[in-house]
């Protein structure tokens, strides 16, 4: 089976600097994180507030879905990060 996103939550970790959100591989399920300057690469106008990084996540999703399916091998990771580079 191929990772998927069924569960369309997100959330921001203001301690870490960046948005959360989950995928499933089967029964598994991977964390993926995208740090702000992922985001403000993505949407240069994202403000520095939780709100818009929300927006921005919400605005690239079908991106950061693309790049965590390709950031994503089943090597037993527990957790993904997506970085500005990776875009």
């Known amino acids: ?10 959330s921001y970790d203001a301690g870490r ?10 029964a598994l399920e991977i964390s993926f994180f995208v740090e702000v300057g992922a985001l403000q690469k993505l ?4 403000r520095h507030v939780e709100a818009a990084y929300l ?3 919400d605005a690239a999703r079908d ?4 790049t ?9 990771k527990g957790a993904y990060l997506l970085a500005a580079a990776d875009f």
Request: aromatic content about 12%; proline content about 5%; glycine content about 8%.
């Open 17 to 26: 600097d960046l948005v959360r959100f989950w995928g499933h591989d089967s």
């Open 68 to 76: 965590a399916r390709k950031v994503y091998s089943r090597a037993g």
């Open 43 to 46: 949407s240069p106008q994202t």
């Open 1 to 10: 089976m191929t990772l998927n996103f069924p569960n369309g939550s997100r």
């Open 55 to 57: 927006e921005a996540f």
């Open 63 to 66: 991106l950061i879905h693309e």
